[in-house]
């Protein structure tokens, strides 16, 4: 197997392995590790269909963390992808209305973010121990609200881990507040803060930046990693499920070998989206990569004009895991259509930090042709729930809903019947106030867990153990700051 080596986005120059790239999450010179090359699927589709998901996505991962061994990546993924999981599939696909829901949501927080931090936790202390890393790894954590319960899940009290969590303080649903601030676990702290996401973001990249903290913290043995999308770490594990979900279809003759599919992605920060891309550049037979945004369509606006421009009202949403400004995982993609130029993306990326804009070539924009852009409004979105719900009985949450009408817009337009897979990224039961609004605004005079009963019996589905645990947990992070204060809070609980 052909070794993948990793190097910034911005020209650092230092080639790492996948497990020291995956340690340090971030490049010194605040750039993203991309792998030197995609590596291409090394089994048929037809083989790969009569794998479980285990198996599968050892078969995936292998190919970008070649310095891990096979004994560790498959331990690695016999600990994530387990009984934490509320079905043997890990990846369910529903069919409903037309499109294929890739439902990315059983698992301990029941969000899609557990698909990866599931695995990061165990590839990231593998790697400290394959490494020789004597010191604790302190995991910084920038959140919309559904990472950040997930890297709490993962990382709680995993030896030789602590874990804080940057979260804004009044941009997330009541019930991922409530999951976050309940979070067990000596090792872990929680912190509102006085902002938006992308305040929080941007902190966490100041304070990852921040060489005179990184040696004072040195110095006491700590040492920082990300959790968040940015980390290569997160991305690959991403990769499998889109394997997964075709390879599901060629399995129950729904699509034939070599097949398109269109892909279509709730978008926030581009994770998800471009992982699709990675499986697409793999040699996975997809056709249109469909970027779906909501109100704050940043992204849309950029497969547009080729123009992104974050100086923009911020939109507070009822999707607020998509409501971002700076989608950090686009530098991945803007290094690929720059024809892997470290100093052109470098140069972007400066612009974007100066001015809150750039612009790509016509050239670079060919490189965009796999991608579809478009967007939900509020009432779209809300339409979009409860049109599923009246016609199929099958309930969605707000960040599928803006894929899922995006998709049918598109269809629409463009007279394309590929088979879609949906990425669903959310358990309706994590935004239950606005799915039951959406359904009905009579909803709205009850209380959430009210609501939560009401929904399960509308889906006849059963209360996700994520929720019951979350009814009666008592509140154990109650923390705040402002975004300047964010390096003293950190500095606080090393002490
Ligand atoms: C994080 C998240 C998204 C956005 O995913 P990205 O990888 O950041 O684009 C969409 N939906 C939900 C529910 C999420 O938690």
Redesign the pocket.
């Known amino acids: 197997m052909k070794e993948v080596t990793y190097s910034s986005t911005r020209g650092e120059g230092v080639k790492y392995t996948a497990s020291m790239a995956v340690l340090k999450g971030l490049a010194s010179d605040g750039g993203l590790f991309v792998p030197d090359h995609i590596p291409s699927l090394d089994k048929t589709l037809a083989e790969l269909a009569e794998m479980d998901y285990q198996n599968l996505a050892y078969e995936v991962m292998k190919l970008f963390l070649t310095d891990y061994t096979e004994d560790e990546l498959r331990g690695c993924i016999a600990r994530a992808y387990d009984s934490k999981f509320d079905t043997p599939e890990i990846a369910p696909l529903s069919e409903s209305c037309g499109s294929y829901y890739l439902e990315l ?1 059983h698992g301990a927080t029941i ?3 557990d698909m990866a931090l599931s695995l990061l936790p165990h590839l990231m202390t593998t790697a400290a121990k394959k490494n020789g890393l004597q010191k604790e790894i302190v995991i910084l954590t920038a959140t ?4 950040g319960k997930a890297a709490l899940a993962g990382f709680a009290d995993v030896p030789g881990t602590r874990i804080v969590v940057f979260y804004p303080k009044s941009g997330v649903s009541p019930i991922q507040e409530k999951q976050m601030v309940t979070q067990r676990g000596d090792n872990t702290l929680v912190v509102g803060i006085h902002g938006n996401f992308d305040d929080a973001q941007t902190g966490v990249k100041k304070i990852f930046g921040d060489t005179e903290f990184a040696k004072e913290l040195d110095e006491k043995g700590f040492v920082f990693s990300s959790a968040n ?1 940015i980390n290569i770490g997160r991305l690959v594990p ?1 990769v499998c499920y889109y394997v997964y979900a075709y390879t599901r279809l060629l399995k129950e003759g729904r699509i034939k070998d070599g097949e398109l599919i269109n892909v279509c ?10 992982a699709a891309f990675y499986a697409k550049l793999m040699g996975l037979p997809v056709g249109k990569l469909i970027c779906a945004s909501n109100t704050n369509k940043v992204l849309f606006d950029f497969f547009e004009s080729g123009t992104y421009d974050r100086n923009r009202e911020f939109h507070v949403t009822t ?1 607020p ?2 409501d ?1 400004l700076i ?1 950090s ?1 686009l530098e991945r993609l803007i290094y690929f259509i720059a024809g892997n130029s470290s100093d052109r993306c470098a140069q972007l990326m400066g612009e974007l930090s100066g001015n809150g804009n750039y612009t790509i070539t016509d050239e670079e924009k060919k490189g965009l042709a796999d991608f579809y852009g478009g967007y939900a409004d509020e009432k779209e979105t809300a339409d979009q729930i409860k049109k599923i719900y009246e016609k199929s009985g099958y309930v969605i ?1 707000t ?2 809903a803006v894929a899922s009408y995006v998709c049918d817009k598109y269809k629409e337009k463009t007279g394309d019947d590929t088979p879609v897979v949906i990425a669903s ?2 358990s309706p039961y ?1 935004f239950t106030r606005s799915v039951m609004n959406a359904i009905d605004p009579e909803y709205d005079k009850k209380t959430d867990f009210e609501l939560i009963d009401d929904l399960a019996k509308l889906s006849n589905t059963t209360v996700p153990q994520a929720i019951e645990d979350i009814r009666s947990a008592p509140v154990l992070h109650k923390t705040e700051c402002d975004v300047n204060e964010m390096k003293s809070v950190i500095a606080g609980f090393l002490k």
């Not at 919309?144 to 990472?147: A, K, L, P």
Request: no cysteine.
């Open positions: 949501w969000a899609f973010k919309s609200g559904d990472t999308s991403q992605v709730p978008t926030g920060n581009f994770g998800n989206i471009l999707s895991s998509m971002i989608s995982n949450d960040h599928t990224t959310a994590k």
